[in-house]
């Protein structure tokens, strides 16, 4: 089982609006509704910011926000804020043989 | 209030066994639709899904590393065990517990972390 294919890095000026994707194929992102996102800061252990594709746990802001199309999954982070600087990470369940695969991961970077 | 807790070597040498037990409060392994996974982060790399184990002890793993790893779980203890067999320095990595929700399929409370080098 491959690792879901995201850009390495992502920039973006505050306040504006970035979009991180999450390229899988038709065994899992395509298959399930089960694409979570965890932010990650260095030396940190990755937080959970979105579940079953588009929900945002207690606590998280609504200015992340998660869709899919297809085999793909995005991330939208709106008004940028120098705290969302960090690693995203996708995660989706890829049937019961495989369970779960995470994504390549990518560097949020605010200018 | 859910937290988990990595523990184990922090140092292994080549082709010996590593075992980490996850110790968790704040939840029940015995509830219906919970589990406790294993992640795991090579220095400045992506994270890694290991395995699984579930509120009915069914168990999950990483078809590639399924025949090196063994999955655990002691209730009552409120502890999670993952054993990894024949350690290579590739394997060097921080590895993390974590809460799952079955019926949501995420990772919704995470231990610190836990580094192990693998070196001779």
């Known amino acids: 089982q491959s690792a879901l294919t995201q850009p390495a890095s992502v920039s973006g000026s505050p306040g504006q609006s970035i979009t991180i994707s999450c390229t899988g194929t038709s065994s899992d992102v395509g298959s399930y509704n089960l694409v979570s996102w965890y932010q990650q800061h260095p030396g940190k252990a990755p937080k959970l910011m979105i579940y079953e594709v588009s929900k945002r746990p207690s606590g998280v802001s609504n200015r992340f926000s998660g869709s899919k199309s297809g085999n793909t999954a995005s991330l939208t982070i709106s008004g940028l804020q120098a705290e969302d600087e960090a690693d995203y990470y996708c995660?989706?369940?890829?049937?019961?043989?495989?369970?779960?695969?995470f994504g390549t991961g990518t560097k949020v970077t605010v200018l | 209030q859910i937290t988990l807790k990595e523990s184990g070597p922090t140092l292994v040498k080549p082709t010996q066994t590593l075992t980490l037990t996850c110790t968790f409060s704040?939840?029940?392994?015995?509830?219906?639709?919970?589990?406790v996974g294993w992640i795991r982060q090579p220095p400045g790399k992506a994270l890694e899904w290991l395995a699984l184990?579930?509120?009915?002890?069914?168990?999950r793993y990483s078809p590639s590393l399924k025949s090196r790893l063994t999955i655990t779980k002691d209730t009552s203890k409120n502890q999670v065990v993952l054993t990894m067999t024949n350690m290579d320095p590739v394997d060097t990595a921080t590895y993390y517990c974590?809460?799952?929700?079955?019926?949501?399929?995420?990772?919704?409370?995470w231990g610190q972390g836990t580094l192990v080098t693998v070196s001779s």
């Open positions: 184990i579930y509120w009915n002890d069914d168990k």
């Open positions: 995660c989706s369940y890829a049937g019961s043989s495989t369970s779960y695969v």
């Open positions: 974590a809460h799952h929700d079955y019926s949501n399929g995420d990772f919704d409370y």
């Open positions: 704040g939840f029940s392994l015995s509830t219906s639709g919970v589990g």
